[in-house]
Structures are given as structure tokens and as C-alpha cells.
């Protein structure tokens, strides 16, 4: 059973730098792509940063500039470096994964991590 666990939320003022953590039990090699989500309260769930196998990334608009997504592949671990942020930013950040085997597409899901920006 894979799992994704996710840590390093908190509350952090406006402005200030938060890293938040997706500890992977299986290897990331099995993975297609890693990515970050983030959903607040009676809004979908958005998608805030993801990284393909190979390395290519992609941010959501919003975060542009901002945020940084990594991997450390001898951990099984990815990263979302977030920096200089707002108020907007303010959600529960979910660590994602996509598998695909034999053109079956299998998602896993951390359990989520609270982010708070607030003075």
C-alpha cells in the first residue's frame, strides 16, 4: 500500500517562508509525477505545483515566482519551498502521485497539511 505523508504546515506571517515535506513509501521512481494541491473550505481542490519524472515542473499562475517544488529521490521525498506568502496561500496543502500501469491511471493521496498565513 503506498502512502504519502505530508508535514511542515503551520502558521506563518505574510511575507514569510514555509517548507512543506511529502515522505513517499514507495519509491518515486514508480511515480509518473509528484505534485502539490491546495483546497480551501467550499472551493475545489487546485492545483499548486507538479513535477514529471523527468524533472519538468509546472506551477499554478498564483504561485509563480513563489513557490518551488523539489525532490530528494534518496529520501523518497518532495518538497514545496514556499516563499513570500499571502494571505491567499491560506489552505490544506495535499501531496499528490500519479501512477501509470499498463494504461491504468492509479492517484495516491497524502492526508493534507494545514497552511495558515496570518498576521
Known amino acids: 500500500q503506498v502512502r504519502l505523508v505530508e508535514s511542515g504546515g503551520g502558521l506563518v506571517q505574510p511575507g514569510g517562508s514555509l517548507r512543506l515535506s511529502c515522505a513517499s513509501s514507495?519509491?518515486?521512481?514508480?511515480?509518473?509525477?509528484m505534485g502539490w494541491y491546495r483546497q480551501v473550505p467550499g472551493k475545489e481542490r487546485e492545483l499548486v505545483a507538479v513535477m514529471i519524472d523527468g524533472g519538468n515542473t509546472n506551477y499554478a499562475d498564483s504561485v509563480k515566482g513563489r513557490f518551488t517544488i523539489f525532490r530528494d529521490m534518496a529520501k523518497n521525498t518532495i518538497y514545496l519551498q514556499m516563499n513570500s506568502l499571502k494571505s491567499e496561500d491560506t489552505a490544506v496543502y495535499y501531496c499528490?502521485?500519479?501512477?501509470?500501469?499498463?494504461?491504468?491511471?492509479?492517484?495516491?493521496w497524502g492526508q493534507g497539511t494545514q497552511v495558515t498565513v496570518s498576521s
Open positions: 514507495a519509491s518515486m521512481h514508480s511515480f509518473n509525477a
Open positions: 499528490h502521485a500519479d501512477q501509470y500501469y499498463s494504461g491504468t491511471y492509479n492517484p495516491f
